[in-house]
T-cell receptor, first 113, second 112 residues
Framework: DTGVSQNPRHKITKRGQNVTFRCDPI?????LYWYRQTLGQGPEFLTY????????KSRLLSDRFSAERPKGSFSTLEIQRTEQGDSAMYLC???????????FGDGTRLSIL | DQQVKQNSPSLSVQEGRISILNCDYT??????FLWYKKYPAEGPTFLIS?????DKNEDGRFTVFLNKSAKHLSLHIVPSQPGDSAVYFC???????????FGQGTRLTINP
């Protein structure tokens, strides 16, 4: 399978705990994106990387959120001190610089108890 | 503010007929538009895109029309098939901005 891979698929945690998600993009894609999707809404942009550089962050990405992409390969999204409002589907996408089409993974569903 | 709007939450179409999904946008800076299809428990899958320099793009059963003056785009699926039943999202981008803005989605149901 050469698509975008996200792990875990589902994460259940208690409020206040830290969580980390992983995204493995399509191997030759140099751009990687994180989105968040809540029920009944479309995905909302959070941040994106060109290789290892994080080039833009949405105002939705509070100080409790941090994303990394060491070595320009996989990426991690960490949420510290989770809150009820963080419950959502977190989607990762990747693309080539030369082609703006973003290809999505199946997401990580976060549930905060 | 909702820059990309899909005003129909759901649409039901008979198999073999044409499905037309609509999308409106407000930001005149958008110059690239995409349609994605999403099945339950899966991520969005890219369907078709169109640049603002065109007013139509066709790929098999899927055609996207762009009306820049009305800030409106539509996706036509003909003939509709049961496997087309899914949630469809339109998305818009400013070339180089690299952050897609999505509509709320339209759930399409194809009835046999």
């Amino acid at each position: 399978d050469t698509g975008v891979s996200q792990n875990p698929r589902h994460k259940i945690t208690k409020r206040g705990q830290n969580v980390t998600f992983r995204c493995d993009p399509i191997s030759e894609h140099n751009r990687l994106y994180w989105y968040r999707q809540t029920l009944g809404q479309g995905p909302e942009f959070l941040t994106y990387f060109q290789n290892e550089a994080q080039l833009e962050k949405s105002r939705l990405l509070s100080d409790r959120f941090s994303a990394e992409r060491p070595k320009g390969s996989f990426s991690t999204l960490e949420i510290q001190r989770t809150e009820q409002g963080d419950s959502a589907m977190y989607l990762c996408a990747s693309s080539l610089t030369s082609d703006g089409t973003q290809h999505f993974g199946d997401g990580t569903r976060l549930s905060i108890l | 503010d909702q820059q990309v709007k899909q005003n129909s939450p759901s649409l039901s179409v008979q198999e073999g007929r044409i499905s037309i999904l609509n999308c409106d946008y407000t930001n005149s800076m958008f110059d690239y538009f995409l349609w994605y299809k999403k099945y339950p428990a899966e991520g969005p899958t890219f369907l078709i895109s169109i640049s603002s320099i065109k007013d139509k793009n066709e790929d098999g059963r899927f055609t996207v029309f762009l009306n820049k003056s009305a800030k409106h785009l539509s996706l036509h699926i003909v003939p509709s098939q049961p496997g087309d039943s899914a949630v469809y999202f339109c998305a818009a981008d400013v070339q180089g901005a690299q952050k897609l803005v999505f509509g709320q989605g339209t759930r399409l149901t194809i009835n046999p």
